[in-house]
């Protein structure tokens, strides 16, 4: 049995949860991207792009992430195109992101009155115009608490990805308790640093929501 001190154990997930904060901004700042123009494809006017859109966010939401990763590991290699852990866990991550996040911002863009279409219609603005200048600022403020929110369940759900071979947090942590056979302290340890990665946002996404809705009743 290979001897480890606390210290190098909490060492060694400190530097495993570097790849867990990466893998989620990149799945977050691509899913937002992905989830804005997935947002404009649904509110277009053709209706065949907003039935793609809607069946792109059904098979991404009625799906479980761990089955996504595994067809997105496992199933792109049998049509030739190998990827690697790492390749999988993002772009996976990516698309699901986006799929949550439109569908965050599409509930955002509804809640705003449609008399603002109408009275940005009436000054001659065309519908991008509409969008992006009275409607989109609008929706923005009620779209940032859930937003923040959702950041911690990306944060969350990397931890799937450990079944795909990618070492992050908790692939670290498995790796370390088949070396040591000491689960409870090393996962308490990984269960901490979770927490302390996901505790602020979930603090600052409340500060915000509280903020945004006393701006509205002001």
């Keep these: 049995m290979i001897e480890f001190t606390l210290w190098d154990i909490a060492r060694n997930l400190m530097l495993a949860a570097r790849w867990t904060v990466l893998l989620s901004l990149i799945a977050f700042v691509g899913g937002g991207l992905a989830g804005l123009m997935l947002l404009v494809m649904r509110m277009s006017p053709l209706p065949w792009l907003r039935r793609f859109v809607m069946l792109y966010v059904e098979v991404f939401q009625g799906t479980p992430l761990l089955m996504q990763l595994f067809l997105g590991f496992f199933g792109l290699p049998m049509l030739g195109v190998e990827v690697s852990p790492w390749a999988a866990a993002t772009v996976t991550l990516t698309l699901y992101t986006g799929a949550y996040l439109s569908d965050i ?3 955002c863009v509804e809640a705003v009155p449609r008399g603002q279409w109408s009275a940005a219609a009436s000054l001659g603005m065309t519908w991008t115009q ?7 600022p609008q929706a923005w403020k009620i779209a940032v608490p859930p937003t923040v929110g959702f ?3 990306v944060v969350k759900s990397t931890a799937l990805t450990s079944i795909i071979g990618l070492t992050e ?4 942590g498995t790796m370390i308790t088949n070396a040591v056979f000491r689960p409870f302290p090393i996962y308490a340890l990984v269960a901490l640093l979770y927490f ?8 600052y996404a409340r500060a915000l929501e509280r903020r945004y809705r006393v701006g ?3």
């Design 151 to 153: 950041l911690v369940q």
């Design 130 to 136: 509409q969008f992006r200048y009275v409607v989109w």
């Design 169 to 172: 947090l908790t692939k670290t």
């Design 216 to 218: 509205r009743h002001r």
């Design 105 to 107: 911002w599409r509930g």
């Design 196 to 203: 302390a990665m996901c505790f602020p946002l979930t603090w």
